[in-house]
């Protein structure tokens, strides 16, 4: 009989939804959007975070931006799908300064 209140109280906790954080050049969170731009081949992405810590311009107000000319393009846009699908988070590094945050890399976060 004890086990199921446990067993429930687990379910609950592990259904609790991770909420992001920032600092000045990263950011641990969950994808909300992705926004492949067809004019430049770049791919906005949209956090579960307040980002406004960030050091850098966010792109339109609330993307940061994996650049095609970023030399792990191919891996890090495959990570990124890869977590969306699989619900995990991500930690971002930003390049601090830059006109729209651009992705230099990400790490899986388990």
Do not use: W
């Not at 969170?29 to 081949?41: D, R, S």
Request: some cysteine; glycine content about 6%.
């Amino acid at each position: 009989m004890k086990k199921l209140p446990i067993f429930l109280l687990l379910f609950l906790v592990s259904n609790f939804v991770f909420a992001g954080s920032c600092g000045a050049n990263s950011c641990s969170a969950n994808i909300t959007t992705l926004y492949p731009h067809g004019g430049t081949e770049n791919i906005h992405i949209e956090l579960d975070a307040d980002m406004s810590s960030l050091n850098c311009t966010l792109n339109e107000g609330k993307f940061i931006t994996l650049t095609k000319g970023n030399g792990l393009h191919s891996e890090i846009y495959s990570m990124i799908l890869s977590a969306a699908i699989a619900q995990k988070s991500l930690k971002f590094r930003i390049e601090e300064n830059s006109s729209n945050c651009e992705v230099v890399y990400t790490q899986l976060i388990y």
